[in-house]
């Protein structure tokens, strides 16, 4: 058995190996032989706490270059154990991060520096190919891998998975993909070592499993390989045993089929619950996907969010989230987006601002999503004033029956002021 073993960010209740609830509490890496961290542990607890997935969230120049500090030295000390030959294992999350802005002085504008809770990973370039999903149906795709028993509990659960890793320029073999056929888990050859990226579980001893499977990787390490003549020898029961398995392995397919699609479903159905909560680009991207089911061609133009067209019409539609009631400031861009745009085209289009006001309360207790100023001046110059909350009850209604989409596309372009559902 290898002599030192690491965990960062797992509850663990083995006390023979060494465990570190974040990993800037980690001693160096390479004084280990195992290092199983979730990927996770790297972020600092306001990023885990706010930012969603796919996004890096934008931190003082402190916060972000004590963590760009600790990703850098868990880079050369990954690299080290790997060198010698040591075990990786990540339990894989979707990707995020932390971004400051900066004045570039060259270029004359602010551009971002980003950092993701993948990049402290010796394989360049992998967090790029690490994408949000969810589910559980999960194929093994190697019956000789220690790890196979880890993915085959009901309890292991995925919510990340790789795009491609065929370019990333280091060997790989593929332990485990989804009902899509993406990788959910790969294991990397690098240097002498192996990094071995896993999914989720909510088994409450999940941690002490993969400790067992990576004690398990080394022994296996030390075993010779079965010849092929073997292959010909059977024990009592065998044959009917395998036989057996094969029909339980295929009924457990199907239901994982049938549960993965439906939690795809559902994941589809309740997206539009972040109209009440979201507030930047996850937002606008609800927003878009909102008013597409409406009936709604998107499009990008410009910086404008998104414009928008339908057989009743044309419009531009601005999303914006804030703390407070919003004020006239809001949509004064929308107004210049406006007049520009009906200007260029000679074409009268509809201003649309969706605005989802004071997300950190239950809706009921919001009170006046827009200022009397607002209200007026949207009077003014015809702009539909629209809550998310509103949206919210458009597509429900939808979804229902008890409205059509030409019903609601001729509301919306008719609309002057707040707009109600």
Known sequence: MPRKILVIGLPVESTSVTHVNHAVEAPSLFDFEIVIADIDSVLPPVCSEKCPVDEYMEVKDEEYFAFAKLI??????????????GLLVCVMKPKRGLSRQYFDKQRLSYSHNYASNYQWVPIE????????????????????????????????????????????????????????????????????????????????NSADILIGCSVDFFRKTEELPPPTWITDITVPNEVADRKQFAVLTG????????SDNLNEKIQKETRIKKLLYEKHETLENVVKESFEELGFVCEKKDDKDWMISSKIGKGILEVTGSDNTIDVQKFRQLLNYLLDENKESGDEKKAILVAN?????????????????????????????????????????????????????KRIFETVGIFSA
């Open 357 to 409: 006001h004071f997300p950190d309360l239950p809706v009921e207790r919001r009170g006046e999503p827009f200022t009397e100023k607002a209200v007026a001046e949207s009077k003014v110059h015809s702009i539909c004033l629209m809550p998310t909350s509103e949206l919210f009850n458009l597509i429900c209604n939808l979804r229902l029956g008890k409205i059509t989409v030409t019903d609601i596309q």
């Open 251 to 258: 009924e457990i397919s199907k239901l994982r089929s049938t």
């Open 125 to 204: 370039n992998l967090g790029r190919l690490v994408e949000y999903g969810s589910g559980k149906g999960i194929k093994i795709c190697d019956a000789k891998n220690v790890f196979d028993g880890y993915l085959q509990m009901k309890e292991t659960f995925w919510t990340a998975f790789f795009k491609d890793v065929d370019n990333l320029g280091v060997n790989y073999k593929i332990v485990g993909l989804n009902d899509a056929s993406k990788p959910v888990a790969v294991e990397f050859s690098v240097e002498k070592g192996v990094i071995n990226f896993q999914p989720r579980s909510s088994h409450p």
């Open 72 to 85: 850098e030295r868990l880079f050369k000390e990954a690299t080290y154990l790997l060198s010698k030959g």
